[in-house]
């Protein structure tokens, strides 16, 4: 079994719900951090986390939080890991666009 580490790193810029990772195929990917940075020097906003689970045909809620401005938050904590199967994907709904930055680690193995 291989495996590979990889970050994704991306800006929301939108207030539609944005693919942040996808399983690739024959892949299984283990999540070990979810995390975003409010830019905002003044405003809090609101971030929605969900994932697509393709084989159930189902998008659910993971976390929905409200990060202060020019603050850090983590989704994943105390060793929670987010297993995604082949075509899962990790989606991000910002409140207002161009608030946040986003990092995720994910350990992907085939």
Known sequence: MANNYINAITSLSATTATSIYTVPTAKVAIVKTVSVYNTNASNAA???????????????????????????????QNGEVMVLDESDILKMTA??????????SILEMS
């Open 46 to 76: 609101a971030l929605t986390v969900q994932v697509t689970d393709t084989s159930a045909s189902a998008t659910t809620t993971f976390d929905k939080a409200t990060v202060a401005a020019v603050t850090r938050k983590a989704f994943l």
């Open 95 to 104: 409140g207002t666009a161009n608030y946040f930055d986003v990092f995720v």
